[in-house]
């Protein structure tokens, strides 16, 4: 365990249980597998929980799975049968989910618990690969409908805290995410893209914070991101870290194929 002040990271998920799958998509995964399992030598110290900003959980409110025992959400389809089986039993911690939840209210954000929520494959995919003993307790938070960045910008400001006491806070999306065309198609807009984010993010603090705003100005954006479910939660962990430097554990020029994707580490 630990109180030093933790990172926060914007992790690309990938697609689907890939994890679960590496004996068949290990030569399209490999990078991101490796960036995922080095996590906890960058940070150098078990976190006391994680926080996972999922995008695939949104609410009217902004909602926390509370559950001590979460179960599994198999939220894909068209994978082999033993996918819709796999377990990742990571306990959760209702006590995390009831400080957030406090911290949220206090910063004028309704949030509600909801104790039968399931990690659902942002979380276990993201998580496995990182703690693969399923030994760090792990609550869930939705992103918010509506999906305003400046909104769930100040809500990443508001877990900031969180940081000092030993809560590793993920935002778990993809860089590029637009499923129709999720090949060859989409190649010229995720590097368009993906060249604008990474450099935003190396902007400094105040600037990368107002062009992240504005993200949907950007090249290729809504090519990119026809909707913003997966993005979302870097704004989150943004806001959680928002005066530190970012770096790029991960990044492809050629995910699947054609396309490029990163991932961010902030402090």
Do not use: C
Not at 79 to 88: D, G, I, L, R, S
Not at 137 to 160: C, F, M, N, W
Not at 190 to 195: V, Y
């Amino acid at each position: 365990m630990t109180t030093q002040k933790l990172p926060t990271y914007f992790l690309s998920h990938g697609g689907g249980p890939w994890p679960f799958m590496m004996d068949q998509v290990g030569h399209l995964y490999g990078k991101l597998d490796a960036s995922l399992r080095d996590i906890p030598r960058q940070i150098g110290v078990t976190p006391k929980a994680v926080l996972v900003i999922t995008a695939h959980w949104e609410g009217r409110d902004f909602m926390l799975s509370s559950s001590a025992k979460p179960p599994m959400i198999y939220d894909y389809g068209g994978f082999p049968p033993h996918t819709y089986q796999v377990q990742y039993s990571a306990p959760g911690s209702p006590a995390l989910a009831a400080q957030v939840q406090q911290l949220l209210q206090a910063g004028g954000h309704a949030a509600l618990l909801d104790p039968e929520r399931g990690f659902d494959h942002g979380t276990f995919s993201a998580m496995y690969p990182v703690y693969p003993d399923a030994d760090v307790p792990i609550v869930q938070l939705s992103l918010k409908y509506g999906l305003d960045p400046q909104t769930h910008l100040e809500v990443g400001r508001l877990l900031a805290p969180l940081r000092e006491q030993g809560v590793l806070i993920v935002g778990s999306g993809l860089s590029y995410h637009n499923l129709r065309a999720f090949n060859a198609a989409g190649a010229a807009a995720s590097h368009a893209f993906d060249d604008w984010l990474r450099q935003t993010m190396a902007l400094p603090p105040q600037q990368r914070s107002a062009q992240l705003m504005k993200w949907d100005e950007a090249p290729a954006a809504r090519m990119a991101h026809p909707r913003e479910e997966h993005l979302l939660p870097l704004m989150v962990v943004l806001g959680a870290a928002e005066n530190d430097d970012a770096s790029v554990p991960y990044h492809e020029d050629a995910f699947m194929g054609t396309l490029a994707v990163s991932s961010f580490k902030l402090g």
